[in-house]
């Protein structure tokens, strides 16, 4: 199960390029999404996990509680760096790829968002040719 350290770190790499006159707007689906608050999108990101989670294990009875943000930058003394986004995304899909929504559902496109910003921040990114 993903812990709520490692949802704060994923929101808040989301969060750092979405910011946009206090919310946080993305294509979902094709259409205009927009969460209003830090808590919602970590619930979107919790709730998915319960939902694989109980797929998975479906006598378990998994219940989701409430999320409460808390920036997540730092981990061990070090800043956290893109690559570890990544790894943390990757580690959370793992977690919840057993929902049946999964494939669907607003946080495979936070977590898919998230992955492909961090990409762009890996040092060395921007220099590279774009093709050839």
């Known amino acids: 199960m993903v812990n709520d350290d490692t949802l704060n770190a994923i929101v808040t790499a989301f969060i750092i390029n979405r910011i946009s006159e206090n919310n946080f707007s993305f294509y979902h689906n094709g259409e205009k999404y927009t969460f209003k608050t830090y808590e919602e999108i970590g ?8 939902k694989s989670l109980n797929s ?27 690559i570890v986004i990544i790894k943390l995304c990757h580690f959370y899909e793992y ?26 921040k890996i040092p060395g990114y921007s220099d590279a040719p774009w093709g050839f």
């Not at 619930?43 to 319960?50: H, P, S």
């Open 56 to 82: 998975r294990y479906p006598k378990a009875n998994y219940k989701s509680d409430s999320y409460r943000h808390h920036p997540k930058y730092v981990h061990d003394g070090g800043r956290i760096t893109p």
């Open 95 to 120: 977690q919840t790829c057993e929902s049946p929504t999964w494939k669907n559902s607003l946080a495979h496109s936070i977590i898919s968002i998230t992955i492909r910003e961090s990409i762009s």
């Open 43 to 50: 619930q979107t990101l919790k709730d998915e996990m319960i």
